[in-house]
């Protein structure tokens, strides 16, 4: 696993979704039972910027970069300074 | 596009329509009412404003800041209304549901950020016909589903050439852009588009909401958990103007038998 999919992934577990009741690994679905809402999304795309140093332009906010964290690390990770 | 002889926009976002034009949004308003009658649906017909307390437990106010007209100054009770469905919720919120709920209604709407439209694809008061699906979610996402096929047949049978695609609402605010992007995401909105003078425009929207609606007006499922929602949106006034513009006024007289 990347850094920046580590950093990710502890950054969804505890600050995002922080639930007890659900184990959340680099598969889980984010999607799926309403796990990430509205507001939770840009809090994430913020989180990928910061850590990437990229800009994300909106059309690619699609499921085929965000479904899960080793998604999002493997379409954004690559431009991470220690990723 | 803005103004043919039939289809005469006033330069504030509403249009004046005669003659076959008028007969063609009728026509367009009969079938889709048709359909959903023959689908099982409850016909409904909704009161012409809508109480601010249910746009705002419907969240329409953070979604679309500045999006909906209100009624009198200051602090409006009452407001146009900009979406049918809003409607829906509201006489369910509360209920619990022995079996999904098929509705339809159409009534004239109003987008406040289209008041200054000068052009009749774009208006601020336009007619929209909705069916409205709420139960379980697999059920819901079917009749999206069925409604959208059933749509581009229709639309095939009168040589209408369009294309549906995924789409997302425009909204402003912050927590819009998140709604929006989660709208993508999720494929939760789709639009048929249609050639209209030389621009596309969305004739028809197929939505999925999720719980979002059966949360906040507690309309549940007999398991206890919030019943999901859905509708197929269309615009009647763009479906006429997409027919003439594809196939003539005198397509147009011979459809409605003018």
Known sequence: ??????????????????????????????????????????????FVEIETGQTIPDRDVVMSNFRTVRTIAQRFGSASPDG | MTSSADFVTLGDGRALLRGTTARLVRWFDDRFLQMAREDGAV????????????????GYFDAHPGGATGLGG???????????????YAMLAGTLLGAPIKLTASQTCFREADRAALTSDRLWEFTMREAIFIGPRDWVSRERTRWAERTDAFARDLR???????????????????????????????????????????????????????????????????????????????????????????????????
Not at chain 1, 28 to 44: M, V
Not at chain 2, 74 to 88: D, E, K, M, N, T
């Open chain 2, 160 to 258: 209408l050439s369009g294309s549906r695609l995924p789409a997302a609402d425009p909204f402003f605010a912050a927590v819009g852009r998140g709604r929006h992007l989660i709208q993508q995401l999720k494929g939760l909105k789709e639009e048929l588009r249609m050639a209209v003078g030389g621009d596309s425009v969305a004739v028809a929207s197929f939505n999925l909401h999720e719980s979002f609606f059966g949360s906040r007006f507690d309309i549940t499922l007999q398991e206890g958990i919030a019943a999901h929602s859905g509708c197929v949106a269309f615009g009647l006034e763009r479906w006429a103007l997409a027919f003439i513009d594809q196939h003539g006024s005198a397509a147009a007289d011979a459809l409605v038998g003018a």
């Open chain 2, 43 to 58: 016909e409904c017909r909704f009161p012409a404003t809508i109480a601010g307390d249910v746009l705002t437990r419907a």
């Open chain 2, 74 to 88: 200051g602090a409006a009770s009452y407001w146009l209304p900009p979406a049918v469905c809003y409607h829906a």
């Open chain 1, 1 to 46: 696993m990347t850094t920046f999919q580590s950093r990710l992934l502890e950054f969804v577990r505890s600050d995002l979704l922080r639930r007890s009741d659900i184990a959340i690994d680099e598969n889980t679905y984010l999607f799926d039972d309403g796990l990430i809402d509205s507001l939770k999304i840009l809090q994430l795309i913020a």
